[in-house]
């Protein structure tokens, strides 16, 4: 497999984790990002210090041809795609009653289709050659359900179901096809919450602590090295004990 890698939302949090990660274990790889340019190119800079090339590239993973455009640049620039981190994500939170047709629209468009078209893009060119990696990111969520985030726990039980699905496709074209689903992360998506809900979530953290992007981050790198070769269709739980 080619140690080339695209990342989508990349350009802060667990993307940003995972593409610095990934350049650490000497993988090439393209940052996608939506509309951070200055936030991407930062994590391109980071990439390069650990010698690898890094590229940024803008494209809403929800748009089928700008999501094409950002695979064929990354064949050009990378030599071609042997890995893929389906992270791009929107999160959505509040009382069931309240919910919008838009608001299902914009987080299914992006946290299950998004992962759809850049699963799809990827697995036509990992299919001519025989091999290749995909990790789609989900959430606890999506295993247990959360209460007031009901279309995105649907959302990430469906990447869930898209891994597994997938998983049995691909194999016999020597790709594996896995998911990690995060737990209370440190980072930006989380900001919308208070202190006390924060430190409640601490608290039925069996580990004691909220997850660091860099746990997850460790997570994808173990299942895009040779430690994952043989594991596919498994969902990799980075929750510190959340969920027992």
């Known amino acids: 497999m080619k140690k080339t890698a695209v990342i989508t939302g990349a350009s802060r949090g ?20 939506r509309i951070d340019s200055q936030a991407a190119e930062t994590t391109a800079s980071i990439c390069r210090e650990y010698g690898a090339r890094a590229f940024t590239f803008c494209a809403d993973v929800s748009d089928e041809k700008k999501v094409r455009e950002m695979f064929d640049f990354a064949e050009r620039e990378l030599g071609g795609v042997g890995a893929l981190v389906n992270n791009a994500g929107v999160s959505s939170d509040g009382l069931f009653c309240d919910i919008s047709r838009a608001e299902y629209e914009r987080v299914f468009d992006v946290n299950v289709w998004g992962q759809v078209v850049c699963a799809r893009e990827a697995a036509r060119r990992m299919v001519r050659e025989q091999c290749g990696k995909i990790v789609n990111i989900s959430s606890m969520w999506g295993i247990v359900g959360a209460s007031c985030e009901v279309v995105y726990s649907a959302s990430k039980a469906a990447v869930i179901g898209l891994t597994k699905a997938l998983a049995k496709e691909l194999a016999p074209s020597g790709i594996t096809v896995n998911c990690v689903a995060p737990g209370v992360i440190d980072t930006d998506m989380n900001a919308c919450y208070d202190k006390a809900t924060m430190d409640d979530l601490c608290e039925q953290t069996p580990l004691g602590r909220l997850g660091k992007a860099e746990d997850v981050a460790g997570a994808v790198a173990f299942l895009l090295g040779d430690g994952g070769d043989f594991i596919t269709g498994e969902v990799l739980r980075v929750d510190g004990g959340f969920v027992i």
């Open 14 to 33: 667990i993307g940003r984790a995972c593409a610095v990660a990934l350049a650490r274990c000497g993988f090439d790889v393209l940052i996608n990002y």
